[in-house]
């Protein structure tokens, strides 16, 4: 499966943004989902996962309360909202994809996951 992220831009703190993942080649229906992104100087982490139905999410500690992962399977495309941005949300954002996924499968290790789109920039200013 090939991913493409797109949505990113540049936003001031406390705005809004909605990042979408497409995904071509193959079903995304039959992989587990996740948002994982990098900022300057730091390592990827993890943003948002969701399961293969998309009944099962979860997020990272920083981003808890805020953004909002979702899948559309008949759209083939999965989205990040992310609401309430902070200066320290500032990264390139991934989306990926891992195959073999169990339907409610939320999987964790960043290693897991073997298709990556190449990234969208998000940029908040204070």
């Known amino acids: 499966v090939q991913l493409q992220a797109s949505g990113g831009g540049l936003v001031q703190a406390g705005g809004s943004l909605r990042l979408s993942c497409a995904a071509s080649?193959?079903?995304?229906?039959?992989?587990?989902l996740g948002w994982f992104r990098q900022g300057p100087g730091k390592e990827r982490e993890i943003v948002a996962l969701?399961?293969?139905?998309?009944?099962?999410?979860d997020y990272g500690d920083p981003v808890k309360g805020r953004f909002t992962i979702s899948r559309d399977n008949a759209r083939n495309a999965m989205y990040l909202q992310m609401n309430s941005l902070k200066p320290e949300d500032t990264a390139v954002y991934y989306c990926a994809a891992k195959s073999n996924a169990i339907s409610s499968g939320i999987y964790y290790n960043i290693a897991d996951y073997g298709a990556w789109g190449k990234g969208t920039l998000v940029t908040v200013s204070s």
């Open positions: 969701i399961s293969r139905s998309g009944r099962f999410t």
């Open positions: 080649g193959r079903a995304l229906s039959n992989y587990g």
